[in-house]
């Protein structure tokens, strides 16, 4: 068999060859071309000017995503929660059993560590090469990537703070947080970042047991311009980044998350996904200073900081929320009474209706309903600890502290370990660590009802005051 | 564009040259025309009770002259050139005939042709994978297909629920009842940890969207709808299976998973011939596993369906054409019409024979599909899960009727525009050269769309409603050559050269947009909400890849497959060049051989051994490969985060599959046994891999991991009954999988999905997404008496495969006095287990409600006194269960009324069926195991089954008629 093609056809046919291929060889016809939208590092790294503003804006928001998470899991590890049926690990209410695998808790951890990377990242890679950053926002990089560190020292004994880098100890990130705030303090001009570099220096100087230091930063913090009454906090945005906090304890359906019967009058503290949660404040400057009286026996001078610390507590500004959650199978009557552990006197008043139309107040900064009264009424030195470390769980409620003053530390993660050789399964930092002194199990949430009155099984403070010189980072004796 | 990206692009020039080449060159041979002095051939083809066999293919044999049997059996072949030649007549079902004929310059030879049935079709043809269409007696593994009786037979809305039961080694299996959500899809098995099972599916030569919904789209708690679900089972001629490895190796980097091929009807020859069809019937939620009374009687409706279809088919041996227009109503098994599902399709499929040498087949469909959903599985707003899980509704005090009404508030949905296209250019310039030119499209616009009213918003969390919208755009080009040779036949030796190339491009864009907090009640756009955002998710990657094959045939009985496709793709990371897929095949028709005895044949007619050896691959998501930045919206500013940490090195996972097996046939091949043995193991398999968390980034995905998974699939076919008035049917098919992860090459075990108290893992040495549970402890709780007891401990365990590893289906049909057929299909699935998330949410559920209480009570062990009591996340080993489930999936009579009854209607059936008839061997508590909790996006195994819409029992009955 043959084929014909006319002269035409041919014609035709060669044109059309000659036309395509032509169009074959530019880019109108071209399949391959693929373009990824997103910032890519070439991208970035092309267009330097201007990138801190975003870098500092990536800065927030990695803080306060650690900030969200940690400030749940903190009281979570604690006596200041109690997790019924959540989605979060069991194994948190049972500290002893937490493991580098355990779930939800890891977020505190890479949330941290993400900050400390994204500082680094910036001041080495973006800061540099952008002409138009300034000294605050170089100061505001600095102050997070501290708040990064400082929380990981909190919550971590041992950890890498490089990219494959060596095992640090707390006391090294401490020591490595207190220059980023000391170079944030150089940088600023403004007084809140002044105070708020202050309060963190504070707070890193109590947990590397500096009393001297602790005590000037303190001093100095509260001195400022505002310092008195200074709050900070991590800001959230519904749209964009909610807190964690919120959603385990006003998002709750089903009895998901409650707060100790003895917290309750503080609870709910967040009450919508964008309540900014406060991270440094003045009260907390009071209660480092009565530390450090206590620890000089300065009976005296502990009772003036922890009255300055009630009386700012009890001046923050509060909010009313109808608080629907019915809490079922949990105390809801206000004619019931809290007895902190059986030996104790009950409390009247902690205990808040829910459900309906029930409208309780709320304390979206601090409160405690410890009384300057009540404080000059101390006489021992034990009473004087109990009731710190009591107005210290009131102050902080929701503010991730508790777990640390309890002497609650928590393994890095599985992809810590995975992920770098310098941490080995079973060394430094890999195990949780739980003092002695704090119950079996899960028996710091447990309680019970008889008639209208609760009984906690363990008083906590009780438990921190005869253990004080292993709880405290300042050496108290008891 | 990144600098690499574009050196990457001008790489590929001379690719592009050449699809265009090859084009052209199709284009101009088949405007040709043979000018020569012919003859014709004409006949009929019928089975042998002489009932004609409508679209057969009679072919001149060693031409590319043939045609198609119209409506009467009746076909006619013009043009033929004088000389001797051999007449094949080939119909699925029956072996072919072929008869040797002489043509005479204008003159016309009648040929007959009465085909004898068999259950083994060795003489079908199969193309997808083979490179150039091959009789399956040549093919050295295992392809699957459905032919279009069986098509016809189903009573099936899209081609994945045809596809359920029908195909062994083939797991199709419902997600739920949801509209939109369609079925899971997996060949042999989970290959990858991170890529979704479900295999590549092409339409005449054309890939078309195989995705779940979006990326951006919201979810309802489950059941995610598929794109599988547009793909109308209405005008399907037939479907090719692969099922990976070495059948699959022609498709390269994206056939891991198999493939599955969708040829379109292109016409019967003839005059017009309108036929149509008029199907209505209603749907029924099984209610067994529906907690509260009034759930059962409140939520739940009949769905009404009604469905109307008209079509015309015909045309002469140089053009037919077939055209349909379709619409359907399904009003759904939820009140109000939640869940009312529409459907319009226009389909029409060309063929035409533009001169002995080239041939043209276009088809093109467009699609409209419109259906609500409504919360599910996990979802609060779900009332399945919240109101039914704690039994709600049985509480005293509460008002139903107000609580029940709240929940029907959200208003969900999805609209979706599909637009397929395909034209395939077939010229054949010499016998001996084949050429065939593909070019199509598949065009997909959906909307998903949550609006929840300014009433509606308290009670899921979310005061003043909401509106969001996503909007997905998928478009896929595909172009390929193919070029096959036959080389002259040497010592009985034949051989079939193809070389190939394909290129196919994927454009994926997503917008997503946000309204909330309504003022004004009754708005229900976003221009009415009090605060609007917008988010986009865009999506490219470009594939190309060369293919040559070499088939040889020995004496007509020993075939040799040897193949191999090199690729290229966008995904790839930078430093990874062209990967090479090899394959290499034998099939034996060993009863062929003059040793193989007369007297056995006799029982044993025939025997082909199979081998063969061969190399797939999954390319890796776009832009994975690349280290990248976030500029995350915080507090109306731009915020700099950490993306994809990045990897060069990023490449296809390698799958290399050994295939073996045999096709047996007995008693003139009235029964059929084809056994195959598969093993086929993924490396380079992509994990997700942790960075250093101290240096900020997540995870990564790289090519570390190892899976295997091994199998046997078993089909037995009978026609055990085979008289004038009765014939009797059977397939029996039973399929293996074992799967597991053998290597996680250093990188960490890691979740899939699931949740907290029991994610779905990959472990190494263990099924792929194996649920971790904790089981309570048993341990000894007075050493004095040895007695034994809980104290409120658990151990970490795993358990089951969530994908059955046993899969098993059977179907039957039998026709009385030729009318009359009795159809039925019946599946099953073991070895497998789901975690109970109905049981789950009960459990948590259950403080609020004394009743559930003690239901609780009873399925968590008791602690000793003292001992803290278990709750679901320390008990959540009691929420797996086996998940194994029968179903009579299909029932359907069919009655061909006597056309003396008929009064100028030249054909008419009336059809009753039953979907989804009858489930039995459930072991799971008040769940239909078969279902799958949250399709997500990235993978879905199956594993966890939650309080869902479920498949309902679907009663049709219609009418087929043909004018």
């Given at each position: 068999?043959?084929?014909?093609?006319?002269?035409?056809?041919?014609?035709?046919?060669?044109?059309?060859?000659?036309?395509l291929?032509?169009?074959?060889?530019?880019?109108?016809?071209?399949?391959?071309?693929?373009?990824?939208?997103?910032?890519?590092?070439?991208?970035?790294f092309?267009?330097?000017?201007?990138?801190?503003?975003?870098?500092?804006?990536?800065?927030?928001?990695?803080?306060?995503?650690?900030?969200?998470?940690?400030?749940?899991?903190?009281?979570?590890?604690s006596?200041?929660?109690?997790?019924?049926?959540?989605?979060?690990?069991?194994?948190?209410?049972?500290?002893?059993?937490?493991?580098?695998?355990?779930?939800?808790?890891?977020?505190?951890?890479?949330n941290?560590?993400?900050?400390?990377?994204?500082?680094?990242f910036?001041?080495?890679?973006?800061?540099?090469?952008?002409?138009?950053?300034?000294?605050?926002?170089?100061?505001?990089?600095?102050f997070?990537?501290g708040?990064?560190?400082?929380?990981?020292?909190?919550?971590?004994?041992?950890?890498?703070?490089?990219?494959?880098?060596?095992?640090?100890?707390?006391?090294?990130?401490?020591?490595?947080?207190?220059?980023?705030?000391?170079?944030?303090?150089?940088?600023?001009?403004?007084?809140?970042?002044?105070v708020?570099?202050?309060?963190?220096?504070?707070?890193?100087?109590?947990?590397?047991?500096?009393?001297?230091?602790?005590?000037?930063e303190?001093?100095?913090?509260?001195?400022?311009?505002?310092?008195?009454?200074?709050?900070?906090?991590?800001?959230?945005?519904?749209?964009?980044?909610?807190?964690?906090?919120?959603?385990?304890?006003?998002?709750?359906?089903?009895?998901?998350?409650?707060?100790n019967?003895?917290l309750?009058?503080?609870?709910p503290?967040?009450?919508t996904?964008?309540?900014?949660?406060?991270?440094?404040?003045?009260e907390?400057?009071?209660?480092?200073?009565?530390?450090?009286?206590?620890?000089?026996?300065d009976?005296?001078?502990a009772?003036?900081?922890?009255?300055?610390?009630v009386?700012?507590?009890?001046?923050?500004?509060?909010?009313?929320?109808?608080?629907?959650?019915?809490?079922?199978?949990?105390?809801?009557?206000?004619?019931?009474?809290v007895?902190?552990?059986?030996?104790?006197?009950?409390?009247?008043?902690?205990?808040?209706?829910?459900?309906?139309?029930?409208?309780?107040?709320?304390?979206?900064i601090?409160?405690?309903?410890?009384?300057?009264t009540?404080?000059?009424a101390?006489?021992?030195?034990?009473?004087?600890?109990?009731?710190?470390?009591?107005?210290?769980?009131?102050?902080?409620?929701?503010?991730?502290?508790r777990?640390?003053?309890?002497?609650?530390?928590?393994?890095?993660?599985?992809?810590?370990?995975?992920?770098?050789?310098?941490?080995?399964?079973?060394?430094?930092?890999?195990?949780?660590?739980v003092?002695?002194?704090?119950?079996?199990?899960?028996?710091?949430?447990?309680?019970?009802?008889?008639?209208?009155?609760?009984?906690?099984?363990?008083?906590?403070?009780?438990?921190?005051?005869a253990?004080?010189?292993?709880?405290?980072?300042?050496?108290?004796?008891? | 564009?990144?600098?690499s990206?574009?050196?990457?692009?001008?790489?590929?020039?001379?690719?592009?040259g050449?699809?265009?080449?090859?084009?052209?060159l199709?284009?101009?041979?088949?405007?040709?025309?043979?000018?020569?002095?012919?003859?014709?051939?004409?006949?009929?083809?019928?089975d042998?009770?002489?009932?004609?066999?409508?679209?057969?293919?009679?072919?001149?044999?060693?031409?590319?002259?043939?045609?198609?049997t119209?409506?009467d059996?009746?076909?006619?072949?013009?043009?033929?050139p004088?000389?001797?030649?051999?007449?094949?007549?080939?119909?699925?079902?029956?072996?072919?005939?072929?008869?040797?004929?002489?043509?005479?310059?204008?003159?016309?030879?009648?040929?007959?042709?009465?085909?004898?049935?068999t259950?083994?079709?060795?003489?079908?043809?199969?193309?997808?994978?083979?490179?150039?269409?091959?009789?399956?007696?040549?093919?050295?593994?295992a392809?699957?297909?459905?032919?279009?009786?069986?098509?016809?037979?189903?009573?099936?809305?899209?081609?994945?629920?045809?596809?359920?039961?029908?195909?062994?080694?083939?797991?199709?299996?419902?997600?739920?009842?949801?509209?939109?959500?369609?079925?899971?899809?997996?060949?042999?098995?989970?290959?990858?940890?991170l890529?979704?099972?479900?295999?590549?599916?092409?339409?005449?030569?054309v890939?078309?969207?195989?995705?779940?919904?979006?990326?951006l789209?919201?979810?309802?708690?489950?059941?995610?709808?598929?794109?599988i679900?547009?793909?109308?089972?209405g005008?399907?001629?037939?479907?090719?299976?692969?099922?990976?490895?070495?059948?699959?190796?022609?498709?390269?980097?994206?056939?891991?998973?198999?493939?599955?091929?969708?040829?379109?009807?292109?016409?019967i020859?003839?005059?017009?011939?309108w036929?149509?069809?008029?199907?209505?019937?209603?749907?029924?939620?099984?209610?067994?596993?529906?907690?509260s009374?009034?759930?059962?009687?409140?939520?739940?409706?009949?769905?009404?369906?009604?469905?109307y279809?008209?079509?015309?088919?015909?045309?002469?041996?140089?053009?037919?054409?077939n055209?349909?227009?379709?619409?359907?109503?399904?009003?759904?098994?939820?009140?109000?019409?939640?869940?009312?599902?529409?459907?319009?399709?226009?389909?029409?499929?060309?063929?035409?024979?533009?001169?002995d040498?080239s041939?043209?087949?276009?088809?093109?469909?467009?699609?409209?599909?419109?259906y609500?959903?409504?919360?599910?599985?996990?979802?609060?707003?779900?009332?399945?899960?919240s109101?039914?899980?704690?039994?709600?509704?049985?509480?005293?005090g509460?008002?139903?009727?107000?609580?029940?009404e709240?929940?029907?508030?959200?208003?969900?949905?999805?609209?979706?525009?599909r637009?397929?296209?395909?034209?395939?250019?077939?010229?054949?310039?010499?016998?001996?050269?084949?050429n065939?030119?593909?070019?199509?499209?598949?065009?997909?616009?959906?909307?998903?769309?949550?609006?929840?009213?300014?009433?509606?918003?308290?009670?899921i969390?979310?005061?003043?409603?909401?509106?969001?919208?996503?909007?997905?755009?998928?478009?896929?080009?595909?172009?390929a050559?193919?070029?096959?040779?036959?080389l002259?036949?040497?010592?009985?030796i034949?051989?079939?050269?193809?070389?190939?190339?394909?290129?196919?491009?994927?454009?994926?864009?997503?917008?997503?947009?946000?309204?909330?907090t309504?003022?004004?009640?009754g708005?229900?756009?976003?221009?009415?909400?009090?605060?609007?955002?917008?988010?986009?998710?865009?999506?490219?990657?470009f594939?190309y890849?060369?293919?040559?094959?070499?088939?040889?045939?020995i004496?007509?009985?020993?075939?040799?497959?040897l193949?191999?496709?090199?690729?290229g793709?966008?995904?790839?990371?930078?430093?990874?060049?062209?990967?090479?897929?090899?394959?290499?095949?034998?099939?034996?028709?060993?009863?062929?051989?003059?040793?193989w005895?007369?007297f056995?044949?006799?029982?044993?007619?025939s025997?082909?051994?199979?081998?063969?050896?061969?190399?797939?691959?999954?390319?890796?998501p776009?832009?994975?490969?690349?280290?990248t930045?976030?500029?995350?919206?915080f507090?109306?500013?731009?915020?700099?985060?950490?993306?994809?940490?990045?990897n060069?090195?990023?490449?296809?996972?390698?799958?290399?599959?050994?295939?073996?097996?045999?096709?047996?046939?007995?008693l003139?091949?009235?029964?059929?046994?084809?056994?195959?043995?598969?093993?086929?193991?993924?490396?380079?398999?992509?994990?997700?891999?942790?960075?250093?968390?101290?240096?900020g980034?997540?995870?990564?995905?790289?090519?570390?991991?190892?899976?295997?998974?091994?199998?046997?699939?078993?089909?037995?076919?009978?026609?055990?009954i085979?008289?004038?008035?009765?014939?009797?049917?059977?397939?029996?098919?039973?399929?293996?999988?074992?799967?597991?992860?053998?290597?996680?090459?250093?990188?960490?075990?890691?979740?899939?999905?699931?949740?907290?108290?029991?994610?779905?893992?990959?472990?190494?040495?263990?099924?792929?997404?194996?649920?971790?549970?904790n089981?309570?402890?048993?341990?000894?709780?007075?050493?004095?008496?040895?007695?034994?007891?809980?104290?409120g401990?658990?151990d970490?365990?795993?358990?089951?495969?969530p994908?059955?590893?046993?899969?098993?289906?059977?179907?039957?049909?039998?026709?009385?006095?030729?009318?009359?057929?009795?159809?039925?299909?019946?599946?099953?699935?073991?070895?497998?287990?789901?975690?109970?998330?109905?049981?789950?949410?009960?459990?948590?559920?259950?403080?609020?409600n004394p009743?559930?209480?003690?239901?609780?009570?009873?399925?968590?062990?008791?602690?000793e006194?003292?001992?803290?009591?278990y709750?679901?996340?320390?008990?959540?080993?009691?929420?797996?269960?086996?998940?194994?489930?029968?179903?009579?999936r299909?029932?359907?009579?069919?009655?061909r009324?006597?056309?003396?009854?008929?009064?100028?209607?030249?054909?008419?059936?009336?059809?009753?069926?039953?979907?989804?008839?009858?489930?039995?061997?459930?072991?799971?508590?008040?769940?239909?195991?078969?279902?799958?909790?949250?399709?997500?996006?990235?993978?879905e195994?199956?594993?966890?089954?939650?309080?869902?819409?479920?498949?309902?029992?679907?009663?049709?009955?219609?009418?087929?008629?043909?004018?």
């Open positions: 068999m043959r084929t014909h093609i006319t002269v035409q056809q041919k014609l035709v046919g060669v044109l059309t060859i000659f036309f291929i032509f169009m074959g060889g530019c880019e109108l016809v071209d399949p391959s071309d693929v373009e990824n939208p997103q910032i890519t590092a070439d991208n970035l092309a267009n330097p000017n201007g990138g801190t503003t975003s870098l500092v804006t990536g800065m927030r928001r990695y803080f306060s995503a650690m900030i969200g998470i940690s400030s749940f899991i903190g009281d979570l590890v006596d200041n929660l109690d997790n019924r049926t959540s989605f979060y690990a069991n194994e948190l209410s049972f500290p002893r059993t937490i493991k580098p695998t355990t779930f939800t808790y890891g977020d505190v951890y890479d941290a560590q993400r900050l400390n990377a994204l500082g680094l910036g001041v080495n890679t973006i800061i540099p090469n952008d002409a138009l950053a300034t000294n605050e926002q170089r100061a505001e990089v600095y997070y990537r708040m990064g560190l400082l929380i990981l020292a909190e919550f971590f004994t041992n950890f890498p703070i490089l990219e494959k880098g060596p095992l640090v100890t707390a006391a090294d990130a401490l020591n490595e947080a207190l220059t980023q705030f000391n170079t944030a303090l150089s940088l600023t001009n403004l007084n809140p970042m002044r708020n570099c202050r309060l963190a220096r504070a707070r890193a100087y109590r947990l590397l047991g500096d009393k001297t230091n602790a005590a000037a303190a001093n100095a913090a509260l001195a400022l311009p505002g310092g008195t009454n200074h709050v900070f906090s991590a800001q959230f945005d519904p749209a964009n980044l909610t807190a964690t906090t919120y959603a385990a304890m006003v998002g709750r359906t089903s009895n998901d998350i409650q707060p019967p003895r309750d009058f503080l609870d503290k967040f009450t996904n964008a309540t900014a949660i406060p991270v440094l404040k003045s907390e400057a009071h209660l480092i200073l009565a530390e450090i009286a206590l620890s000089n026996n009976l005296a001078g009772k003036a900081s922890m009255r300055n610390a009386t700012l507590a009890r001046s923050r500004t509060t909010g009313t929320f109808n608080d629907r959650d019915s809490r079922t199978g949990r105390p809801n009557d206000p004619a019931m009474t007895r902190a552990d059986s030996a104790s006197t009950p409390v009247a008043g902690l205990i808040q209706r829910r459900g309906g139309t029930s409208i309780v107040t709320t304390y979206p601090s409160y405690t309903y410890l009384t300057t009540m404080i000059d101390l006489v021992t030195k034990a009473e004087h600890i109990h009731t710190l470390f009591l107005l210290r769980q009131h102050i902080f409620f929701l503010e991730g502290r777990m640390t003053d309890l002497g609650i530390r928590l393994p890095v993660t599985q992809r810590q370990i995975d992920g770098n050789p310098n941490v080995v399964a079973g060394g430094p930092g890999t195990t949780v660590v003092p002695s002194y704090i119950p079996p199990t899960d028996e710091m949430r447990h309680f019970s009802v008889s008639g209208l009155v609760v009984t906690i099984k363990w008083d906590m403070n009780k438990v921190i005051a253990n004080i010189s292993s709880v405290s980072p300042l050496g108290i004796t008891p | 564009m990144n600098q990206l574009k050196r990457w692009s001008h790489d590929v020039p001379f690719l592009r050449a699809f265009l080449a090859a084009f052209l199709l284009a101009v041979f088949a405007m040709s025309k043979a000018q020569e002095s012919t003859g014709e051939i004409r006949g009929k083809v019928v042998t009770r002489g009932e004609p066999l409508v679209g057969a293919n009679v072919l001149v044999s060693g031409t590319a002259i043939g045609s198609t119209n409506i059996g009746e076909y006619v072949i013009r043009r033929v004088a000389g001797q030649f051999s007449i094949v007549a080939r119909f699925v079902g029956y072996k072919s005939g072929v008869k040797d004929v002489t043509v005479q310059v204008g003159g016309t030879v009648t040929v007959d042709f009465a085909l004898q049935s259950t083994l079709q060795m003489d079908e043809v199969i193309v997808t994978g083979q490179g150039v269409a091959t009789e399956r007696r040549r093919l050295p593994t392809v699957e297909s459905i032919t279009s009786k069986e098509i016809d037979l189903a009573p099936v809305k899209d081609v994945g629920q045809l596809l359920q039961g029908r195909i062994p080694g083939l797991q199709a299996l419902s997600n739920g009842g949801m509209p939109g959500s369609s079925v899971r899809l997996m060949t042999r098995g989970v290959k990858s940890a890529s979704q099972p479900t295999p590549v599916i092409y339409v005449d030569g890939r078309v969207d195989n995705n779940y919904q979006g990326r789209s919201s979810g309802t708690g489950g059941q995610i709808s598929s794109s679900n547009d793909l109308v089972a005008e399907i001629d037939r479907i090719e299976i692969t099922k990976g490895g070495a059948s699959s190796t022609l498709f390269g980097a994206e056939a891991a998973n198999g493939v599955i091929q969708i040829f379109t009807k292109k016409g020859p003839g005059a017009i011939r036929n149509g069809n008029i199907t209505t019937g209603y749907d029924d939620h099984p209610l067994d596993n529906i907690y009374d009034y759930t059962k009687q409140k939520f739940f409706q009949k769905g009404i369906f009604q469905s279809r008209l079509g015309a088919t015909g045309g002469n041996e140089a053009i037919s054409y055209v349909s227009g379709k619409i359907s109503q399904n009003t759904g098994t939820v009140v109000r019409d939640k869940l009312d599902d529409k459907l319009y399709n226009l389909s029409s499929g060309l063929r035409v024979v533009s001169s040498l041939s043209i087949e276009v088809s093109a469909s467009y699609t409209r599909n419109q609500g959903i409504i919360f599910n599985d996990n979802a609060i707003a779900s009332l399945l899960n109101l039914e899980t704690e039994g709600r509704f049985d509480l005293p509460v008002n139903r009727d107000s609580l029940f709240q929940f029907l508030l959200p208003d969900l949905g999805e609209q979706v525009n637009f397929i296209s395909s034209a395939n250019f077939n010229y054949t310039p010499f016998p001996w050269w084949d065939k030119f593909t070019i199509g499209v598949d065009y997909r616009k959906s909307e998903n769309r949550h609006y929840v009213p300014l009433e509606g918003g308290t009670f969390g979310t005061v003043g409603g909401y509106l969001f919208r996503a909007d997905r755009e998928y478009k896929t080009i595909t172009l050559y193919t070029g096959s040779f036959k002259p036949e040497v010592m009985d034949t051989q079939v050269l193809t070389v190939g190339a394909q290129g196919f491009r994927v454009d994926d864009r997503e917008v997503r947009g946000e309204g909330r309504f003022r004004i009640p708005t229900k756009d976003f221009d009415n909400a009090s605060t609007i955002s917008a988010f986009e998710s865009n999506q490219e990657l594939s890849g060369f293919l040559i094959q070499d088939q040889v045939g004496w007509d009985r020993l075939f040799l497959d193949g191999v496709r090199f690729d793709n966008s995904t790839f990371g930078k430093d990874v060049g062209i990967q090479v897929f090899p394959k290499f095949g034998v099939a034996y028709n060993i009863s062929q051989e003059a040793f005895p007369e056995i044949k006799e029982y044993w007619s025997m082909k051994l199979r081998a063969s050896w061969g190399q797939t691959g999954t390319f890796p776009p832009f994975s490969r690349d280290r930045f976030g500029a995350s919206q507090l109306n500013e731009s915020a700099l985060t950490f993306g994809n940490p990045g060069s090195e990023l490449k296809p996972e390698k799958t290399t599959s050994i295939d073996v097996g045999f096709d047996a046939g007995f003139d091949e009235k029964f059929s046994l084809e056994f195959s043995y598969y093993k086929q193991v993924t490396r380079d398999a992509m994990f997700s891999v942790t960075e250093d968390p101290a240096a980034l997540g995870f990564q995905r790289r090519n570390v991991g190892e899976i295997t998974n091994d199998g046997i699939e078993i089909t037995l076919r009978a026609t055990p085979d008289m004038e008035d009765v014939q009797v049917n059977f397939r029996g098919s039973f399929a293996t999988i074992n799967n597991v992860v053998s290597s996680l090459g250093g990188a960490a075990p890691f979740t899939i999905a699931g949740f907290a108290f029991a994610p779905q893992r990959v472990e190494v040495g263990k099924p792929v997404g194996i649920i971790r549970a089981k309570p402890r048993l341990e000894v709780v007075d050493p004095a008496t040895g007695r034994m007891g809980y104290r401990n658990s970490e365990v795993f358990i089951g495969s994908f059955p590893t046993r899969t098993i289906s059977a179907s039957a049909e039998v026709t009385l006095f030729r009318d009359l057929t009795l159809s039925g299909l019946l599946e099953g699935a073991w070895g497998h287990y789901v975690l109970n998330q109905t049981i789950s949410r009960r459990m948590v559920n259950a403080l609020s009743n559930l209480y003690q239901y609780v009570l009873a399925r968590i062990p008791q602690v006194p003292g001992s803290t009591p709750n679901r996340n320390t008990a959540s080993a009691v929420l797996v269960e086996p998940g194994d489930w029968f179903k009579l299909e029932i359907a009579l069919r009655y009324v006597p056309r003396t009854w008929l009064f100028g209607v030249n054909g008419m059936t009336l059809v009753a069926s039953v979907r989804n008839v009858a489930r039995f061997g459930i072991k799971a508590e008040d769940i239909d195991p078969e279902t799958s909790f949250i399709p997500n996006t990235t993978i195994v199956g594993g966890i089954v939650g309080a869902t819409v479920e498949p309902p029992r679907q009663y049709r009955f219609g009418i087929d008629f043909t004018l």
